[in-house]
């Protein structure tokens, strides 16, 4: 089966396999390391959880492990990680998945599986981790996250705070309206008692910094909808 490039392709991504079948570990092993992945492997859980701490990019996680079993190990690493946790088990009644997926594991897997049924999963974990780009751009309007500084046809615009985090949100979501609800809860959050009108003020602010000299104009008012960033 084609499976596609492998996600490790550009860089070498380690993943942690916690198994104490060692038939089991030793095929997970072969098939993710011909994938381009670094694995690591590990038969309890107690080392399981001193080497989760290390910072691999994805956890296979066996539910029976002798010393600590996989739920425990699941919560500990929780406590000081968001590293994706496949958990792998042969229990597969319904109550048992909910409480895996509870303590924290971000998918379920129940023995016997297909290999290409987990490098799936494996990638959809990973991309959903991926860090969030840097730079945000729109046509010739650029937005850097981490400099803090906005660029439109070469010309740089100076924005306070809260102008920032308004177009860092409509630049994350190209051409999609978002409501006035949408845009006071992501950019001022739903405990913030301000103005009724407060969305209304600082779109206009940003079109007259980002927009006011612009031809193509980025910021649109959706009439009785919302706003939009359109490309």
């Not at 496949?86 to 009644?93: E, N, W």
């Not at 594991?105 to 290999?115: C, M, V």
Request: with cysteine; hydrophobic share 40%.
């Amino acid at each position: 089966m084609d499976l596609g490039p492998s996600p490790a392709a550009a860089s070498k991504q380690k993943i942690l396999v916690v198994e104490d079948d060692q038939k089991i570990a030793r095929v997970l092993q072969l098939e993710l390391e011909h994938e381009g992945f670094e694995v690591e492997w590990c038969a309890d859980g107690a080392t399981a959880i001193e080497r989760a701490l290390k910072g691999p990019d994805l956890i296979i996680l066996d539910l029976l492990l002798p010393r600590i079993d996989g739920l425990e190990v699941c919560r500990r690493v929780r406590k000081h990680s968001s590293v994706p946790i496949i958990m792998l088990t042969a229990k597969d009644a319904v109550p048992d998945r909910i409480t895996g997926l509870d303590t924290g594991a971000n998918d379920y897997l129940t023995k016997p599986f297909s290999i290409e049924e987990l490098l799936a999963r494996i990638r959809v974990q990973l991309r959903s981790h991926e860090p969030a780009p840097r730079l945000l751009t729109a046509k010739d309007l650029v937005l850097n996250r981490d400099t803090h500084e906005v660029v439109r046809a070469g010309k740089p615009i100076e924005l306070t705070a809260k102008e920032f985090s308004l177009l860092e949100f409509l630049l994350m979501y190209p051409n999609k309206v978002h409501t006035r609800d949408e845009i006071f809860n992501s950019v001022w959050g739903s405990d913030f008692l301000g103005e009724s009108n407060l969305i209304d003020v600082y779109i206009r602010y940003l079109r007259n910094k980002v927009d006011v000299d612009a031809d193509d104009k980025l910021i649109h008012t959706v009439r009785g909808v919302g706003y939009a960033l359109r490309v």
